[in-house]
């Protein structure tokens, strides 16, 4: 994380509560323990039980978590679920911490974000997200790492989700092409 990310700079992680931003939220935690935060979007595509989890592995770490609600569900590229979906919905994401970057700018303080992409998903076509994190210069300090061996690093610093299986998005369980609605999202939910 050091070599990645400048000392002097409030460092905002994309936080899911999920394996991969939990090991990244502990080490850049760890890192900058007095300039760092947890963002976590809200949205129909995050159960009340994601955000539940995210809470507590947020307090685990001992990073603050802050709550940004995003409205990615009223574009009608995410809506069409054809393959756009993640690439909208992060760039909602990236576009709220860059609202908080924008607060921290005024009090002439730099901003870094961070996500918990992996090698896997850089490999992965269907992961338009991470053209979202490039296009708002967001840091992976995961990018080499595979999920095996974030698991390692996980349980090796005493990480309570190392094992969790993979909790993606409610709308990423839609089949594609099935509209994703705020009514359709919530019915998975339930």
Aim: hydrophobic share 40%.
């Amino acid at each position: 994380i050091r070599s990645i990310a400048p000392t002097q700079a409030l460092h905002l992680v994309a936080f899911s509560g999920g394996v991969d931003s939990s090991l990244v939220a502990h080490a850049v935690h760890d890192v900058f323990p007095e300039n760092s935060e947890a963002v976590m979007a809200l949205s129909p595509s995050v159960s009340g039980s994601m955000k539940l989890q995210a809470e507590q592995i947020a307090q685990h770490i001992g990073i603050p978590l802050r709550f940004v609600y995003t409205e990615e569900y009223n574009d009608p590229l995410y809506v069409a679920n054809d393959g756009l979906s993640c690439y909208v919905c992060k760039s909602s994401i990236y576009s709220a911490m860059k609202t908080i970057e924008e607060e921290a700018g005024r009090r002439q303080e730099t901003v870094c974000l961070h996500n918990g992409s992996n090698a896997e998903d850089a490999a992965d076509a269907t992961r338009v997200g991470i053209r979202a994190a490039s296009e708002h210069a967001v840091l992976s300090p995961l990018a080499r790492f595979s999920k095996a061996d974030i698991r390692i690093m996980s349980q090796y610093v005493g990480l309570p989700n190392w094992d969790h299986a993979a909790s993606p998005c409610l709308r990423s369980r839609l089949h594609a092409g099935v509209p994703a609605t705020a009514d359709h999202l919530n019915r998975i939910a339930e």
